[in-house]
């Protein structure tokens, strides 16, 4: 079938365009995957970065691990190595290539190993074999040590070499295994098991160099697990680096990251015993000293207290007469204070005592001003009414009516002060000083 041609109207994408839009497709559709393959044209950049291809007998894939993961691999890959890597598919869009994000390298064939460690991992701890409760304290004077590992190992020189330096007199067993290679496993087994039927020693190490997984992988064996689990004595496993792990590791009574770190474990240096013992002089010297200066202070106290008799004597005297001073002058003062009191209740009675003659004089006296004050108070009032009844005569009508004088009403009864409130022909009441009279209006003049 022939491919669809586009119409012509559809966008005309650029090369970068294009590669951006593969990348996406790609990244979308395809997760992160573990791909296993052949190293060929292996390349390690100034930038610490690695490029390579990863092939197998049919087809290959360009691949970049960055160093930002590559720090993390443990060995040197070289090419023709079998690896398996774990890496996010993309498009390098400068030049349109497929390839792959390698996030984790490891040998071929290792995973089934990590399987196999991860299960007897879980085996081992639900059975209860890695919990620290079970974990066996060590003795802070160990009398023997016993070692498990192999006579010909460099671990053995390096806990040697150490036991020598840090603790000379420490008597050492050795309980010679292989500790690598085909039934080593049941080997360091056997000699775990030796060490404790013996009861020889109190502390037991195992230990071993560094090296790969498979140099190790004695140490994952499950009857050198329970070995150690069952052993009667405290055991510490110093297998490999600080970063490699076993299952001895997790079942030991302690882990210890190296060889020569288990020996220090086992061996205070005569440098550490003279720091703790001039630790512990000073924390014992300390409230030995507080309690002689505590006891001091109560010596110089109850030194002082303790005085000669009759100087306690003479200062009681002291005491008495001061106390008998300070009698008489309370005395003396509490006489005083009734005396007061006495002659201020004499003068209240004194004052209160009833004098006939004096109230007689002093009533008579009140008669006399009381008599003067009514007198005066009825010639003012007098005056005063008698300058009103002038004021009254004054203003009398029937006074100004005697000199002459009378006083006009209209027919309505009003007093007439004007010729407008009276009208021709209308009748007038005249009011004299003496009798009245009635007139008619005949003629009025504004």
């Not at 109850?302 to 005395?331: E, T, Y």
């Not at 004050?373 to 004054?394: F, G, I, N, P, Y």
């Not at 007093?415 to 021709?424: D, G, L, P």
């Amino acid at each position: 079938m022939e491919r669809e041609t586009p119409p012509p109207s559809s966008p005309v994408l650029t090369v970068s365009a294009l590669n951006s839009l593969a990348r996406s497709a790609v990244e979308n559709a395809l997760p992160l995957v573990w791909v296993g393959g052949e190293i060929s044209n292996l390349t390690r950049a100034a930038s610490g970065h690695w490029y390579f291809s990863l092939k197998d007998d049919r087809a290959q894939v360009r691949c970049a691990m960055f160093r930002g993961r590559n720090q993390f691999v443990d060995w040197q890959p070289c090419n023709g190595d079998q690896v398996e890597v774990r890496a996010a598919p993309t498009v390098y869009e400068a030049r349109g290539e497929f390839q792959l994000q390698v996030e984790l390298m490891r040998r071929a064939g290792l995973g089934a190993l990590f399987e196999a460690f991860e299960r007897l991992k879980q085996k081992l701890a639900a059975e209860g074999l890695f919990e620290a409760a079970r974990k066996r304290p060590f003795p802070v004077f160990p009398k023997r040590l016993g070692i498990v590992t192999s006579p010909e190992a460099a671990a053995l020189r390096d806990v040697l070499t150490t036991l020598r330096r840090r603790a000379p007199w420490l008597p050492v067993v050795l309980y010679p295994t292989p500790v690598q290679g085909e039934g080593a496993g049941r080997k360091i087994a056997a000699a775990i098991r030796t060490a404790g039927e013996r009861k020889e020693c109190d502390v037991l190490i195992v230990c071993r160099g560094g090296g790969s997984i498979e140099d190790l992988w004695a140490f994952n064996d499950e009857s050198v697990a329970r070995a150690i689990a069952d052993s009667p004595m405290p055991v510490i496993v110093g297998v490999g680096h600080e970063t490699d792990f076993t299952i001895a590791d997790f079942v030991a009574d302690l882990r210890a990251p190296t060889p020569t770190a288990a020996a220090e474990q086992v061996s205070l240096s005569r440098e550490e015993w003279v720091q703790r013992l001039a630790t512990l002089q000073h924390r014992m010297a300390r409230p030995m000293h507080r309690m002689l200066a505590s006891r001091a202070q109560a010596v110089d106290t109850v030194a002082r207290r303790l005085v000669h008799p009759a100087q306690r004597i003479k200062a009681q005297r002291d005491s008495l007469a001061h106390l008998g001073k300070r009698l008489g002058m309370a005395h003396a003062q509490s006489l005083s204070r009734q005396r007061w009191r006495f002659d201020a209740l004499a003068s209240r009675l004194a004052a209160a005592r009833p004098q006939p003659q004096a109230l007689h004089a002093k009533t008579k006296q009140l008669q006399q001003g009381l008599s003067r004050a009514l007198a005066r108070h009825m010639q003012s009032h007098r005056a005063d009414v008698e300058r009103m009844a002038a004021h009254l005569a004054h203003l009398n009508p029937e006074a100004v009516l005697a000199r002459g004088y009378s006083m006009v009403r209209n027919a309505k009864g009003e007093v007439v002060r004007s010729s407008a409130q009276i009208e021709v022909d209308e009748t007038l009441d005249l009011h004299f000083h003496r009798g009245s009279a009635k007139a008619r209006v005949t003629k009025k003049e504004e």
